[in-house]
């Protein structure tokens, strides 16, 4: 009996205390449930951005058109028919691809530059167009023209005739409507390159 007494004291003790027992394991379940949710939301998983209409698309292509791209000439070729200057692909001695078109009634050429070393997988497109004028050009007159512009330089040959070139980086690709642009800008450029060395 004197046994049965303690026993008896300290299973009603227990007892008292097992509901503040379930009610703290309760709290902190809900509170690492509560944690994981606000971590989750902070990574961005998939259903956090499905509730807020966040998407993780990556593509930059343009709505209604494809990307113009140095690394897929086919691109550049069917981005410049489009526009009217058809061009034909060819490479040069070093094996680097090169278009020659005609732009603004002269014979014009786009090679293909920061390429791998198989001359594949290109960013940049290098416009370029040269003068074959009769007594050549001065330093002077190259530097002047370098001076008033900000995209389309020019450089002299060995004869000094005057070459202008004109880059354009197009990475993983450009929209259609941004090369459009780009090539009225060198066609403009050619004409003007054209009046200022008196061609």
């Known amino acids: 009996m004197k046994l049965a007494l303690p026993l008896l004291a300290s299973a009603l003790l227990l007892a008292t205390a097992m509901p ?20 989750a939301a902070a990574a961005g998983s998939p259903s956090s951005a499905a509730d807020t209409g966040v998407s993780n698309s990556n593509s930059n292509a343009a709505p209604g058109g494809k990307n113009v791209t140095a690394r897929d000439p086919q691109t550049v070729l ?17 094996g680097r691809p090169s278009i020659a ?32 004028l009769k007594e050549g050009t001065t ?3 190259a530097n002047k023209w370098n ?8 450089w ?10 004109f880059a354009l980086s197009t990475f ?11 090539l009225k800008l060198w066609d403009t450029k050619i004409g003007d390159f054209k009046d200022f060395f008196h061609f």
């Open 172 to 182: 993983a690709g450009v929209p259609e409507d941004t090369f459009d642009q780009n």
């Open 101 to 132: 078109v005609k732009v603004s009634g002269l014979n014009t050429y786009i090679d293909f530059y920061d390429c791998a070393d198989d001359m594949t997988d290109c960013y940049t497109l290098l416009f370029n167009v040269s003068l074959d």
């Open 139 to 141: 330093l002077d007159q």
């Open 20 to 39: 503040g027992l379930a009610d703290s394991s309760s709290s902190s379940s809900t509170a690492v449930d509560s944690t994981s949710n606000s971590a």
């Open 78 to 94: 069917d981005a410049l028919a489009a526009d009217g200057y058809p061009g034909t692909l060819s490479k040069l001695d070093n």
């Open 156 to 165: 002299l040959d060995k004869n000094n005739d005057p070459t202008l070139d």
């Open 147 to 154: 001076s008033d512009q900000i995209t389309g330089r020019v």
